[in-house]
Structures are given as structure tokens and as C-alpha cells.
């Protein structure tokens, strides 16, 4: 290389200057590493923790000297400052900086848990403030539609589900719809039927209930109050409160009121729940045929509802009410259940603490509710829910007690109810009487009810039409109102005929008398049975013709009467179905009479069950019929001997005006009922030897003597 392509040399200056020894520093080879490092993670601190403005965080670019990195890194680091003083105090700057690092870890440590927690703040807060956010327009949305604010309503059912008073484990079921109900739109078909649902356990009582009025005296004024007579009902009651009385914890009773239409059933309940001082509903169980009727429906079905104990509970408001479930022997079964078996559990005191009802999902206690049933009739209840209620028979009324019952309910009610001062109308007893024997035939009031209601709106129009009017209506004006008279004393104006005699029948609407009429004609030996008779009394029939045809010597008749001739058997009325074995001796009687050509007495009425021996069996409903022999105008009762028993259940009046003859066999029957003797015996007619007055009931005779 030539000289000219040669580069310029370098030239120290002739002189330079002189620096002093403590600004000339010689770092340890470890120290360039470290000072880089730190740098790093300074910028890095500066930038992250937020506490520092942008200008500051740039500044670390800046700095080449260990030492001033070190002297910044104390200015700006957020720690105390005897750790700071500590620092600075370590010996040579390679200590420094190591010092420094393991302070800015720790403090870049933090700032991440910081920054950590702060993000999860910020999305909560942001959460937080997004369903406030909705909430708010929810509420001003539910205003403007005029509906209430679901959140309010929620905190409204859960501090009533506290209230309520439930058992532990339905009011976690509340709580936990309630939760649910919360979370779900207020218009969502879920959430209304959560909602009703929750209303639905708020409103039945499950601690409220009302206090046992337990004074007999002030009960049984109430009772008497009410209703006249029913002694034997009124003295349960009484028990009852009794024993309420010496124990609290004694469980209602299951009563079953049996008796005809009109006889009190239903109001005497009302009457009973006054006595007692409790709450009353009634449930009318009359064609009811469904399950879910009883135990309600699921809430899965569209417009489910409890079942009509709970709905009875929810209006009654207490616990311990007393709840009337009418008409249970007309309830009838199909293929949506058994009704009846439905109500077993109701009505079983070992089951009816824990009452599980279909919509409801808990269960209720129904240990403390008073239950009584009414019915007409008993054959029509199955076995298992009869077994469960304490039977309590209502009689029909008497004549003197139908009186009584009109002159002291009936009649001031039906004053008030026509807009009647006392005295403008006033009955009498014999026009009572006279509209009773000559327009009702039934066990109750209701059709007297009906009649001087009929009455008492004529007298009304008089008043409003100023007509004058006798203030206490006679026979011609009762007549004049209520039409001609409907019922004769049919069997006081009966004829004494051969073939015809007075039986007496028991039905729903209480005794009646049935005449059955028997005619022997020319034939081939058939027996004819019209009137619409059932199936029992069809083989009554049969087995009183089999006893006279195995009496057929005594009687006088050939043994071939029966071959010769057609037997027709007649129940008047045909319309009316009629049924059961207590008109056998009636119709073998009436058979007798119409072979023999002897008539039956007209003035004496039987009942009672033959058997092919002629034995005479017991029978039912004997009080009906002994009052329905009254009605007719029948003095003489001829019944079976081991129903001597039943005549203490008759009133007074009832034993003294109607001589009661008690028979074992049909030849007794026969020896009372004819009007002639109609046995043979060695070729003679004698009567039936005349038998001792039996010891079993004052009342009772035997053979026709009193």
C-alpha cells in the first residue's frame, strides 16, 4: 500500500487534562451484568406498577451508571425506608445491586397478585354493574306496566315463608322454590306456577288455631239452641269436650251423620262448630268420581290445584276446623279412581297426621280437624271407610217433634226472611198438624219448610196490598194456598179384603208403609210379581209361598192348590223400585189371606223376615217404620222379637200411642193379623195358643196382648 492510500494516524494532544482519582471508578467484572439486569427489571417495575408517570418510567433508558442506577432505584422503589437506608449502606455496588434485585422481585411479585386481584375486582365490579344496570331498567320497565318488582316480591315470600309457622322440612321446600323463583323471569310460565305454588303453602294455616270452647253447659245450650231433640248426638259432643277437656291432646272425632233428606244433617254440624268454638267449612263429596278431587293434582298439569281438603283448610284458616264432607255415599268410581279409597287416608286417624296431597308435595297434618260425614244410607259406603267413622243415626222426626222444630226454627226465620213483624202471622198447632198429615210424607222438615213459606210470602202480599187478613191462618185458608189435600189416612179407610195387607218399608227418605195386594187366579202355578220389586224381595216371595205350601193341611187347602192356580203378588206405586227381605211376612200373610179367603186387619202393619221354616228374622229401620205406621194412622206394630231392643230408641209418645207386637214364628204373624183363625188342627180351625208377655221390653206383646 502506498503512502498516499495510507488512513490518517491518530494524534494524542501535546497536553491533556488532569482528572482526579475518585472520579475514575473501575467496575468488577460481575458488575456490567448485574447493572443491565436491574435496569431491565426497573423499567419493567415502572411500567407495571402504575404509580408512575410516563416521563419517570423512561428515565432508566438513560442512565450508564451503576451507581446512579442503584441511587434511582432507591428514590423511586415503594418500600420503607430504613430497607432503603439498609441498601445503600451495603459495601460496593455489586452488593447493591443484588440487594436491589431480590427487593424488586418481591415487590414485582406483588404487583402481580395486585394487578390479579384488581383484574377480577374490575370484572366483578363490571358484572356487578351490568345486572344493576338491567335490574334498574327491569324496574322502571315493571313500573311503567304497573307490576311489582320481582326482587321485592321474592324478599316479601321468603319473610312470609318465616312467619308461617311450617315444619322444618316444608319450609326448606319453600325456601328452596322461593330460590328457584328468584332466578327465573317474572313472566316465565315456570315462574307463575313456582309462584302459585308458594302462595298455595302461605295460605294454608299449619300453626294457627282456634281455642276449644270446653263448658258443656254453654255448649249444650248452644246445641239445644240449634236443634230440638237428637239427644244421643248432643250427649257425643259433650263427651268429646269432656275429654278435651282433661286431655289436650285428644284426636277429633270421625263421626258419620245417617239419615233421611231434611232431617238436620248438615245444619247440625254448623251448630256443632258453634258449640265448639270452631271454624266451619263443608266439602260436598255428592258425584264426585275423580281421585285428584280429594288429593289434587300434580303441578306438572296445566291449572293444578290442592285437592278440596287443602282448599277446605286454606278457607277454614286454622288447624283444628270442623269439616263436613256431605253426601259420601254418593260418591261413585270410574276409571280416574277410586274416590272413596282416596278418602281413607283423610279419615284414618293412624295416617291423617302426614296428609300427602298431589300439589302440595308435603305432608299436612289433619289430626286436629273435627271430620264428620253425612249420608242417606250406609249399604252404598265401602266397607273399609265405614269401618273408619263412628256411626250416629238421625231418625226421622215425630209429628209432635216436626211441630216443635217448625214453631221454634222454622217459623221465625221464614217470618224474618218474608219481611214479617211478629204477629202478623201466627200457626197454630192444629194447622201445623193438618198441613203435616195432609201434605208431607217425609222423614224430615224440608217439605213443611217449603209449605208455610208458601204461607208466609201470601201474607206478604196481603200486607203490601193492604188487604185485611186473619193474622192466624185456618184450615180453609191453608187450603185456599196450598191446594187441596194431597194425603188421606189411606190405611183407616182401607177395606178389610181377603189378599190385601199393611207392610212397612224403610227408604232414603225414611219409613214409608207398602201395601202389598195378592190375587189367586186360574193357571198352571205361576207366580207373578209386579210393583218393580227387586231381586231380594222377589225371593221373599218365594220363600213365603214355600212356607205355605208346606203348611198347606193347616191351612185347609188341597195339595194341589198351588198347581192349579196363578199367584200374582202387587206392590202399588209400580214406578217406585223397591227392595230388601223385611217385607216377607207382609206378603206371606197376604198369600194366606187370599188362599183362605180370609181378609187381614186393615189397622195393623208388619215387617219382618221369613224364612222357609216360618221363622221370623230382625230387621232394620225399625224407628222410620214405627213412625211411618203413625203417619198412616197405624196403631198396631207387628215386628221380629229380637228387635224388642230397638224400642228404646223410639220417643215416648211413639211407644205409648203404638202397641208393639213381638213374633218368633209366621204363626204367630198369622194369629195376630187375621181377622179369623186359619189353622186346623184335628180336623178343627183353633188359634195359635197364646204366648207368656216376654220379659225383654215393657212395650212389646206377644200373640196380639198388650
Not at 440487594?99 to 374490575?122: C, D, Q, T, Y
Amino acid at each position: 500500500m502506498s503512502d498516499a492510500e495510507s488512513p490518517p494516524k491518530f494524534r494524542l494532544p501535546a497536553t491533556l487534562p488532569l482528572l482526579p482519582l475518585r472520579d475514575i471508578v473501575v467496575f468488577p467484572k460481575m458488575v456490567v451484568p448485574l447493572f443491565v439486569g436491574r435496569k431491565s427489571i426497573l423499567e419493567k417495575y415502572l411500567k407495571t406498577g402504575g404509580q408512575f408517570p410516563p416521563e419517570v418510567a423512561a428515565m432508566p433508558a438513560g442512565i450508564d451508571d451503576p451507581e446512579e442506577l442503584v441511587n434511582f432505584t432507591m428514590r423511586h422503589l415503594a418500600t420503607k425506608a430504613a430497607e432503603r437506608q439498609a441498601v445503600l449502606a451495603e459495601p460496593g455496588v455489586k452488593k447493591q445491586l443484588e440487594s436491589i434485585f431480590l427487593i424488586m422481585e418481591r415487590e414485582m411479585e406483588i404487583i402481580k397478585i395486585e394487578n390479579r386481584v384488581k383484574g377480577h375486582v374490575k370484572r366483578q365490579m363490571g358484572q356487578t354493574q351490568r345486572e344493576y344496570y338491567l335490574n334498574e331498567q327491569m324496574k322502571a320497565i315493571q313500573k311503567e306496566l304497573g307490576r311489582n318488582d320481582q326482587k321485592s316480591e321474592t324478599d316479601e315470600l321468603r319473610e312470609k315463608i318465616k312467619k308461617a309457622g311450617m315444619p322444618k322440612d316444608v319450609e326448606q321446600k319453600a325456601e328452596k322454590e322461593a330460590a328457584k323463583l328468584e332466578q327465573m323471569a317474572p313472566m316465565s310460565a315456570e315462574g307463575t306456577v313456582i309462584r302459585n305454588y308458594l302462595e298455595w303453602l302461605l295460605d294454608v294455616p299449619w300453626n294457627t288455631r282456634s281455642a276449644d270452647k270446653l263448658d258443656t253447659k254453654a255448649a249444650k245450650k248452644v246445641l239445644d239452641e240449634d236443634h230440638y231433640g237428637l239427644e244421643k248426638i248432643k250427649d257425643r259432643i259433650l263427651d268429646y269436650l269432656a275429654v278435651r277437656k282433661l286431655s289436650k291432646s285428644g284426636r277429633g272425632p270421625i263421626l258419620c251423620l245417617v239419615g233421611a233428606p231434611g232431617v238436620g244433617k248438615t245444619s247440625l254440624g254448623k251448630s256443632i262448630a258453634r258449640a265448639l268454638g270452631r271454624k266451619f267449612v263443608r266439602v260436598s263429596l255428592g258425584g264426585v268420581r275423580d281421585e285428584a278431587e280429594i288429593r289434587g293434582h300434580r303441578r306438572t298439569y296445566i291449572g293444578a290445584l290442592p285437592g278440596r281438603v287443602i282448599q277446605s283448610m286454606k278457607k277454614a284458616g286454622t288447624v283444628n276446623p270442623v269439616m263436613m264432607l256431605d253426601e259420601v255415599d254418593k260418591m261413585t268410581t270410574d276409571f280416574r279412581g277410586d274416590t272413596s279409597a282416596a278418602l281413607l287416608e283423610v279419615l284414618d286417624p293412624e295416617q291423617n297426621k302426614a296428609f300427602s296431597d298431589h300439589y302440595l308435595e308435603v305432608d299436612y297434618d289433619l289430626s286436629e280437624v273435627m271430620f264428620i260425614t253425612t249420608a242417606n244410607v250406609l249399604h252404598s259406603i265401602p266397607a273399609p271407610l265405614l269401618d273408619r267413622m263412628e256411626v250416629l243415626r238421625l231418625s226421622g222426626y215425630t209429628e209432635e217433634e216436626k211441630i216443635e222444630i217448625t214453631l221454634r226454627h222454622l217459623i221465625p226465620k221464614l217470618v224474618r226472611e218474608h219481611g214479617l213483624k211478629p204477629g202478623q202471622i201466627v200457626f197454630t198447632r192444629n194447622v201445623l198438624s193438618f198441613i203435616i198429615r195432609g201434605y208431607t210424607r217425609e222423614g224430615g222438615v224440608r217439605s213443611i219448610e217449603r209449605l208455610v213459606a208458601k204461607i208466609c210470602r201470601r201474607t206478604s202480599r196481603y200486607v203490601v196490598e193492604g188487604k185485611k187478613f186473619n193474622p192466624r191462618p185456618g184450615v180453609s185458608v191453608v187450603e185456599k194456598v196450598l191446594g187441596p189435600v194431597k194425603y188421606k189416612n189411606e190405611a183407616a179407610a182401607a177395606h178389610e179384603d181377603a189378599g190385601f195387607a199393611n207392610g212397612l218399608a224403610w227408604t232414603e227418605t225414611g219409613g214409608e208403609m207398602m201395601q202389598i195386594e195378592v190375587s189367586v187366579v186360574p193357571g198352571k202355578g205361576k207366580l207373578i210379581l209386579t210393583g218393580k220389586l227387586g231381586e231380594v224381595m222377589r225371593e221373599s216371595a218365594q220363600a213365603a209361598l214355600t212356607y205355605i205350601r208346606s203348611r198347606s193341611r193347616r191351612f185347609s187347602l188341597p195339595s194341589n192348590f198351588y198347581s192349579r192356580a196363578d199367584i200374582h203378588i202387587h206392590a202399588p206405586e209400580g214406578a217406585i223400585p223397591k227392595d230388601g227381605p223385611s217385607a216377607g211376612i207382609t206378603m206371606a200373610a197376604a198369600m194366606v189371606s187370599a188362599f183362605c179367603k180370609v181378609p187381614v186387619r186393615y189397622d195393623v202393619a208388619m215387617t219382618g223376615e221369613i224364612t222357609l221354616r216360618g221363622k221370623v228374622l230382625p230387621i232394620g229401620g225399625l224407628k222410620e217404620k214405627a213412625l211411618a205406621a203413625l203417619r198412616f194412622g197405624i196403631r198396631t206394630v207387628v215386628m221380629p222379637k229380637d228387635n224388642v231392643g230397638d224400642l228404646e230408641d223410639l220417643p215416648k209418645n211413639v211407644r205409648k200411642e203404638i202397641k208393639f207386637v213381638p213374633v218368633e214364628s209366621m204363626d204367630a204373624v198369622l194369629d195376630v193379623v187375621m181377622t179369623k183363625p186359619v189353622f186346623r188342627r184335628d180336623g178343627k180351625k183353633v188359634r195359635v195358643s197364646r204366648q207368656k208377655k216376654p220379659a225383654g221390653h215393657p212395650h212389646a206383646t206377644v200373640g196380639g196382648v198388650n
